[in-house]
């Protein structure tokens, strides 16, 4: 229960710490996003300082005029008030300084009113050219943008063609030193090749001659001795045992266990690939632990838990093809039967990738649809679709040349023995094309992890899943190049063993026929073996002779033997009875004789020392060991209680003893008793003490797995502790981070609106004071 506690905290912990990882990338985005927002706003600022710099310049320009104004008007009014007082004074010439001054008044009201009409002018010029600036302004800046954009995708496009360009070259430059060298290579092989033609030409000669001669000998002696050629028909030598060549058997069995390591090889990775498929089934795009996945990823998750039904198989028909080649039989494809079983299994898998593979299909297209895939995402799904119709296609391919090949061991007519080599190199080259397709498919998973990795909503889970999965990948590409490698280097070997079988034939005529020729082997191997089986020694003819007199007169059967075995237990059984019984006797005949002993000596005290001498001979005649004498004075001092028939006895007085028959009979059924219950109490005791022994011995063993099972949950609950108290110092770490960088971000994002609200109210002043200025200049 502590342990599934511990557990389900770990559990609780370790989503937490999911959802604030998420959390976090959503942070750090947001952090980038307001970065990215505060250096626009810069540069907003900044373009807007230059505009006030301008505007405060022909402010300043539009003052400095206005001021000129000013004067000029202020001197005027003080050339019209000294004009005023000398008309009054001079009424005799007012009529001229009257008419002087109007004219002077309307001289300046023209030219007044030509510079408010200039001024107006001016301002609706400055108007209009800050509008056109304006315009200009964010004109080029959008071109300014999206010439930045292109010049960036245009660095990078140039970038990545260089660097393209400098690695071809570089292969190239590498295939050049590599062509070189194998030139000079083929060089020198063809040199060597050659001499060997012209020695292969001496040689080709020489033998030539020697067979020739070795012909017209060896058709003599077939035409002159032999009568009948069983090697003339098909049908007839197909039944003929091959010379035996154990150099070729265990060459095929080697062949055959290197197989057997890369079949065994490419099993596991199988089986990896698909578990850790339906792993990433029920974590991407929906994790099960939190919401249901869709019906299509259920079913297709349910079909990929039972690949080890099918993918186990193939290891098993490898191993059972691999037993049957041994170095006694004869390894041709017509004698490999169970060749047939590995193709069904191999049968039975395809069917597997069939039927999985429209919900691969559609897996990947739910992945495509939904809103975290992007476009990079969708193409790697969409090649990794296409590799996985490809495999599926490679492996009927190879399911189709390997069900040709085990058609010979069933069905003699199924495929003709000049379409074996075409039909093993097709294997080689379906092996080829299944390597190609690994490969395809371990470059794109690889490129799609990279992108899920980099994903905001990625957890630690789907990271380790995808890990598994491309390893997995990365197991059958190298278990695909291994076998097509293998098969590539040995198909010149397999298609030279074909024409393993008997001589001046092409090959067994049917199954029945290899099996009846492997027969036939056998017969003459166990023949041979006899043979060499030295001969065991006889017995000469006059002792056997004598022997069987001799057994022949006695009487003794077996069932006699063991009759008189059973009489000569049932003696000796009786045997003992009667020892017991006489051991016995004894002892009473010595417990009488002290007796008597004792008497005699009580009778005899008062007489000399010469009558008590007869009594001491009498007792030197009869000895008694000391363990006797102890046990009949045990017996006199301390009689038995009253049950007890020696009890009784001991009790009885002289006159009134028994007679001797019965006290022996009481005697001996005492001790009989006695001994039969001592027997049955130690029958009971020694079982006891073994059902206690065994007892003691399984609580010892349970005690000892108790403790066993204590340390190791001991040692799992401080390692679910320390894991527990390290999550929670990295939550506390985290949520301290966390709350760090939000107060940080708040602070950052409070003195940007400060700093933003300041320069909105001195541009809002700025616009004031430029409006109230336009305005006085307006009214002047």
């Not at 498929?277 to 249901?292: G, H, K, L, N, Y």
């Not at 992945?367 to 799904?381: G, K």
Request: charged share 30%.
């Amino acid at each position: 229960m502590a342990s599934a506690e511990l557990q389900g905290k770990y559990q609780k912990l370790a989503q937490e710490y999911s959802k604030l990882r998420a959390q976090n990338q959503v942070l750090k985005k947001g952090v980038v996003d307001e970065q990215a927002n505060s250096a626009a706003l810069k540069e907003q600022l900044k373009m807007k300082d230059q505009s006030l710099r301008k505007l405060q310049q022909e402010m300043d320009s539009l003052t400095f005029r206005n001021l000129q104004l000013a004067k000029r008007v202020e001197l005027l009014q003080d050339e019209l008030a000294l004009s005023e007082p000398r008309g009054k004074k001079n009424k005799k010439s007012g009529e001229c300084s009257s008419q002087l001054s109007q004219e002077q008044k309307s001289v300046f009201d023209e030219d007044l009113q030509k510079k408010i009409e200039e001024n107006e002018r001016l301002h609706i010029q400055f108007f209009e050219a800050d509008e056109h600036h304006k315009h200009v302004e964010a004109e080029l800046r959008s071109r300014l943008s999206t010439l930045e954009t292109e010049a960036s995708q245009h660095h990078a496009v140039l970038d990545g063609l260089t660097r393209k360009y400098m690695e071809t070259i570089e292969r190239l430059q590498n295939d050049k030193a590599k062509l070189e060298v194998k030139s000079q290579t083929l060089e020198r092989e063809a040199r060597e090749c050659r001499l060997r033609t012209e020695e292969c030409q001496l040689q080709l000669k020489n033998l030539h001659e020697d067979l020739s001669g070795r012909l017209e000998e060896s058709l003599s002696i077939i035409n002159e001795k032999v009568p009948f050629n069983d090697t003339k028909y098909d049908k007839y030598n197909a039944l003929n045992v091959p010379p035996h060549n154990r150099r070729h058997q265990l060459k095929m069995r080697d062949v055959a266990g290197q197989a057997l390591a890369f079949v065994q090889d490419l099993v596991t990775a199988l089986l990896n690939f698909h578990t850790y498929t339906e792993q990433r089934v029920q974590i991407f795009p929906v994790d099960s632990a939190i919401d249901t996945i869709s019906p299509l990823n259920q079913k297709f998750s349910q079909h990929l838990h039972e690949n080890a039904s099918y993918v186990r198989p193939l290891e098993e028909g490898m191993l059972h093809l691999f037993g049957g080649i041994t170095e006694d039989t004869v390894t041709v494809l017509e004698t490999t039967v169970k060749l047939k079983t590995f193709s069904d299994h191999l049968t039975s898998y395809i069917c597997f990738l069939r039927k999985i593979l429209p919900y691969q299909l559609k897996s990947l297209e739910e992945e495509c649809e939904s809103s975290l895939c992007t476009a990079a995402l969708r193409a790697r799904n969409m090649e990794l679709s296409q590799d996985l119709r490809r495999l599926t296609a490679v492996f009927e391919k190879l399911q189709t040349y390997v069900a040709l090949l085990a058609l010979p061991s069933t069905e003699p007519d199924g495929l003709l023995q000049t379409n074996y080599s075409s039909v093993l190199t097709s294997v080689g080259a379906a092996l080829r094309g299944f390597h190609d397709v690994m490969k395809d498919i371990s470059k794109h998973y690889s490129q799609k992890a990279t992108i899920e990795h980099e994903l905001p909503t990625a957890t630690q889970k789907l990271v380790t899943t995808n890990d598994c999965i491309l390893s997995s990948v990365v197991a059958l590409t190298n278990g695909a190049g291994k076998i097509a490698s293998f098969f590539s280097n040995h198909v010149d070997y397999f298609m030279a063993s074909l024409s393993y079988g008997p001589r001046a034939a092409g090959g067994f005529v049917s199954p029945p026929s290899a099996e009846c020729m492997l027969r036939y082997k056998r017969k003459a191997a166990a023949y041979m073996q006899a043979l060499r089986k030295p001969l065991v020694e006889s017995v000469p003819y006059e002792e056997a002779l004598a022997n069987r007199r001799v057994l022949l007169s006695a009487t003794e059967s077996r069932e006699g033997l063991t009759q008189q075995v059973q009489q000569s237990l049932e003696k000796i059984s009786k045997l003992e009875q009667e020892k017991e019984h006489w051991m016995l006797e004894a002892q009473l005949a010595r417990i009488k004789l002290e007796k008597e002993n004792q008497r005699l000596a009580e009778r005899l005290k008062g007489t000399g020392s010469g009558q008590s001498a007869g009594p001491a001979q009498e007792n030197a005649v009869v000895p008694a060991t000391p363990v006797q004498e102890e046990g009949a004075a045990k017996a006199l001092s301390e009689p038995l209680p009253g049950t007890s028939p020696i009890g009784i006895l001991t009790r009885t007085s002289d006159s009134e003893a028994p007679d001797v028959e019965s006290r022996e009979d009481l005697i001996k059924s005492h001790y009989m008793a006695r001994i039969v219950e001592l027997t049955s109490q130690l029958q009971l005791a020694d079982s006891k003490s073994v059902h206690f022994y065994a007892e003691c011995r399984a609580l010892s063993k349970r005690l000892a797995l108790a403790e066993k099972s204590k340390e190791t949950l001991t040692e799992e609950v401080k390692a679910a502790s320390q894991n527990v108290s390290r999550l929670q110092d990295e939550l506390a770490t985290t949520k301290r981070s966390y709350e760090d960088q939000l107060s940080m971000m708040s602070d950052h994002l409070c003195s940007m609106n400060e700093t933003l609200s300041k320069q909105r109210e001195e541009i809002d002043t700025l616009k004031m004071s430029s409006k109230g200025n336009s305005k006085k200049n307006k009214n002047r």
